[in-house]
């Protein structure tokens, strides 16, 4: 293996066995893998310093995808490296074919052609999780903006297990009865004004605002409802758990419509109005019984996320919704401003599977882990991932891989 400098780009290719189809990517390892010595929470290495290939206590990192949206290319997400090296992530950047993903429901010419994008990934993780002793198969996340956010979703539903949690941007696959229980947590971002795939979805009914963009859909999937679905079936979340709802009232006005979302008769109601000028018709798009929880607010930016609070569920299942923000156009670095708290989300998930918890020490939240007794396995590393061995250094666990069973009989349960 070359020396691999930290906090810096690094383009790389990976050939792909089935096709022998050559693709690009580009990796970056956080300075955490840099630093010599012993590593102190909230201490910071020196710049320019090399991977040794020593990482042993270090433990195993998170490795994070992030991929473009479409008619975009890898450097539009490169916004994320400084966040992510403060994280102490390792972050992969894959290069769409041609500025495209295909994402089953697009796009462009990597749909066109019909490129295998999932096998492209799912190699791609094999190849970085062989290669790097601190990455496991286990403790992979994914972030996705537009077709990025497609390709996602669209990865889930062909391989559950492809990421522990991904975090959706502006797009969501419409495939709902093709999905599978993969105990996955989402952070799901979504702007009601969005015009190029809108929040009632994409498809062929004339009663629905039609969609700007080229995903085109056999049936219209609201972000409710996609949301709903998810969090009840894939994240086992459940609805029976007595909740007094959330306060806020959302809504966003765009191109002579109406998009609202607000709770009410122990339920979060999700309506859309075609035409303002006419406010006494309104279609009710989706009702969910989902116990949901204001987590985040920020009135200026337009921005409130509500957060499933069933305690069934098996990760975090959380959805953020803006008024303003259309589909992050043109220039997504200016248009996002979520990162830290996508971030945050990545790694308290990572965190928790060994019951540890993130705490504030100096500038930055680290994972503290569980104290256990003398007579039981403890578990150390960055994210308390890895068994700890009596020299103070780690092992990775060993993770059993889950077991799937389709839901395409709950996607029509709750279309009845």
Same mark, same amino acid.
């Given at each position: ?41 909230? *201490?910071? %290495? ?6 040794? @290939? ?16 479409? *008619? ?12 992510? +090296? ?13 500025? %495209? ?19 492209? $990934?799912? =190699? ?51 495939? $709902? ?11 799901? =971002? ?10 009632? @979805? ?32 894939? +994240? ?12 806020? =009232? ?7 419509? *109406? ?5 009410? +008769?122990?339920?979060t109601v999700f309506e859309l109005t075609p035409d303002t000028n006419n406010p006494e018709k309104i279609d009710k798009l989706f009702q969910s019984k989902l116990p $949901?929880?204001?987590?985040? =607010? ?35 670095? *200016? ?82």
């Amino acid at each position: 293996m070359s020396s691999l400098k930290c906090s810096s780009l690094h383009t790389r290719t990976i050939t792909l066995p089935n096709s022998n189809e050559s693709r690009v990517y580009h990796l970056v390892l956080p300075r955490i893998l840099c630093h010599s010595g012993i590593r102190r929470l909230g *201490e910071v %290495s020196a710049e320019n310093e090399h991977f040794d @290939g020593s990482y042993k206590r270090v433990g195993t990192l998170p490795l994070v995808f992030a991929l473009h949206a479409f *008619e975009e290319d890898a450097k539009s997400m490169e916004v994320f490296i400084p966040f992510a +090296d403060k994280s102490n992530f390792v972050l992969v950047l894959p290069e769409g074919k041609d500025s %495209s993903f295909n994402a089953g429901d697009c796009c462009g010419a990597a749909k066109q052609n019909d490129i295998n994008d999932v096998e492209y $990934l799912a =190699h791609l993780k094999k190849e970085l999780t062989q290669e790097f002793d601190f990455l496991h198969k286990s403790l992979t996340y994914g972030i996705g903006w537009n077709n990025g956010a497609f390709m996602l979703t669209y990865a889930m539903q062909e391989v559950p297990n492809m990421f522990k949690a991904i975090v959706p941007i502006a797009g969501y696959t419409h495939r $709902l009865q093709e999905m599978a229980n993969a105990d996955a947590g989402m952070m799901l =971002h979504y702007s009601l004004d969005d015009t190029q795939t809108r929040p009632s @979805g994409c498809c062929d009914n004339p009663n629905l605002p039609e969609c700007n963009g080229e995903v085109m859909s056999d049936w219209c999937v609201s972000i409710l409802q996609f949301f709903d679905l998810w969090a009840t079936e894939v +994240d086992q979340c459940s609805i029976n758990d007595a909740t007094i709802g959330f306060d806020n =009232h959302i809504v966003s006005s765009n191109d002579g419509m *109406e998009y609202s979302l607000s709770y009410r +008769d122990n339920a979060t109601v999700f309506e859309l109005t075609p035409d303002t000028n006419n406010p006494e018709k309104i279609d009710k798009l989706f009702q969910s019984k989902l116990p $949901l929880s204001t987590t985040y =607010h920020d009135e200026e930016k337009g921005v409130t996320c509500l957060t499933v609070t069933s305690p069934s569920c098996v990760s975090n299942s959380t959805l953020c919704l803006y008024t303003k923000q259309g589909d992050f156009r043109p220039n997504f670095a *200016e248009s996002f401003f979520m990162y830290d708290e996508v971030m945050n989300y990545i790694a308290a998930d990572a965190c928790q599977m060994n019951n540890g918890e993130m705490v504030a020490a100096q500038k930055n939240r680290v994972c503290a882990c569980e104290i256990t007794p003398d007579d039981e396995l403890a578990y150390g590393g960055t994210f308390c991932f890895d068994a700890l061995n009596e020299d103070g250094t780690f092992r990775p666990r060993e993770i059993p891989p889950p077991s799937f069973q389709s839901f395409s009989s709950a996607m029509k349960r709750k279309n009845q």
